[in-house]
């Protein structure tokens, strides 16, 4: 399975919900409320790891929604949300990954991912409340990834 996914809601925006959904012919979406993404930013800090705190949470928000389904994925597309940070984020999603499973780092590119694709169509929707997500993140299912 190849999949690409798109983020609604951007993790360093506190303000507001995340989601993150994947799409190829079977599509998922996962989403973390905004006061657990300021309870998160505070733990990040307390651990002074501040600096990571938007591109190890985005990694590990696309873990948890991928990890059921890594045994399927061959590739995966990430949307360009973090421009120059994407070797950073590579690196912290396919640590997690291949906790479980070799993965080659080629199969996790960075590419623009369309309006109208199906992750970003899922994503919106479920930001916007229109679609309930099929993974609520909560802090604690974070916090060991940090």
Same mark, same amino acid.
């Given at each position: +399975? =190849?999949?690409? /996914?798109?983020?609604?809601?951007? $993790?360093?925006? /506190?303000?507001?919900?995340?989601?993150?959904? *994947?799409?190829?012919?079977?599509?998922?979406?996962?989403?973390? =409320?905004?006061?657990?993404?300021?309870?998160?930013?505070?733990? @990040?800090?307390?651990?002074?790891?501040?600096?990571? *705190?938007? *591109?190890? /949470?985005?990694?590990?928000?696309?873990?948890?929604?991928?990890?059921?389904?890594?045994?399927?994925?061959?590739?995966?597309?990430?949307?360009?949300?973090?421009?120059?940070?994407?070797?950073?984020?590579?690196?912290?999603?396919?640590? +997690?990954?291949?906790?479980?499973?070799?993965? =080659?780092?080629?199969?996790? $590119? *960075? &590419?623009? $991912?369309?309006?109208? &694709?199906?992750?970003?169509?899922?994503?919106?929707?479920?930001?916007?409340?229109? $679609?309930?997500? =099929?993974?609520?993140? /909560?802090?604690?299912?974070?916090?060991? @990834?940090?």
């Amino acid at each position: +399975m =190849d999949i690409e /996914t798109d983020q609604s809601g951007k $993790v360093e925006d /506190t303000r507001v919900d995340t989601s993150i959904a *994947f799409s190829d012919g079977k599509s998922k979406s996962i989403l973390i =409320d905004r006061r657990e993404k300021r309870e998160l930013k505070k733990i @990040f800090r307390e651990n002074n790891k501040g600096h990571v *705190f938007i *591109f190890k /949470t985005f990694a590990i928000l696309i873990f948890l929604l991928i990890k059921d389904d890594l045994s399927e994925i061959q590739h995966i597309s990430i949307d360009l949300e973090y421009l120059g940070k994407d070797y950073l984020i590579k690196d912290y999603l396919l640590r +997690m990954i291949r906790e479980h499973r070799s993965f =080659d780092k080629r199969d996790i $590119v *960075f &590419t623009k $991912v369309g309006r109208k &694709t199906k992750a970003h169509q899922l994503a919106i929707n479920v930001h916007r409340g229109h $679609v309930k997500p =099929d993974i609520i993140a /909560t802090k604690e299912d974070i916090i060991p @990834f940090i």
